[in-house]
């Protein structure tokens, strides 16, 4: 019953989906530092900014004036490519054993490409927030800000969709017939 096992694993990676927003729910920056450090380490590398850790409030980068904090730790973004990489797993595995065993793997990839996602939705904004300020009037520039994140984003999953596909139609192509 292949459907059985499909639906299993698809309950599971429901669950999970639906604790793991409930649990960001109540978490604060200090608790979100696993997801904020990397990003806020990595920018600061790039830009030669230090990068100071605020506790409650995030990591801030004075070099560049920016705050890296909860609403920038990219958890919305981990959280939906944990579940279009599960879902690619399952689709594409019989057994119920390797659809299983892809959902922790699913969660670490997708942690891994966050950081990496992160990181360029920050240094994109970065640098259009200094492009506007050299043609509007300097200050945060919001909608530019929000705009840059949903582009960035956008891009990523649509890229990672894609390569997952490939990468699972050529391991088709390499399949036994049963």
């Known amino acids: 019953m292949p459907g059985y096992r499909k639906f299993v694993a698809l309950c599971i990676v429901a669950c999970a989906f639906v604790a793991l927003k409930l649990i960001y729910r109540s978490l604060s920056a200090e608790q979100l530092e ?93 640098m259009v927030q200094h492009q506007l300020d050299g043609i509007l009037q300097p200050g945060p520039h919001y909608k530019a800000h929000h705009a840059t994140g949903v582009f960035t984003y956008l891009f990523f999953l649509i890229t990672i969709f894609l390569v997952s596909e490939f990468i699972t139609k050529k391991s088709k192509l390499y399949e036994t017939p049963a």
């Open 34 to 126: 696993i997801m904020l450090r990397p990003v806020a380490e990595f920018t600061g590398f790039v830009t030669g900014s230090t990068v100071v850790n605020t506790g409650d409030r995030g990591f801030l980068l004075p070099g560049i004036d920016i705050l890296i904090d909860r609403s920038c730790s990219g958890f919305n973004f981990m959280t939906i490519c944990f579940v279009l990489l599960s879902l690619q797993a399952i689709r594409h595995f019989k057994k119920l054993s390797l659809m299983l065993l892809s959902i922790p793997a699913a969660l670490t990839l997708a942690y891994i490409l966050m950081m990496i996602a992160n990181t360029s939705r920050v240094l994109i904004s970065v």
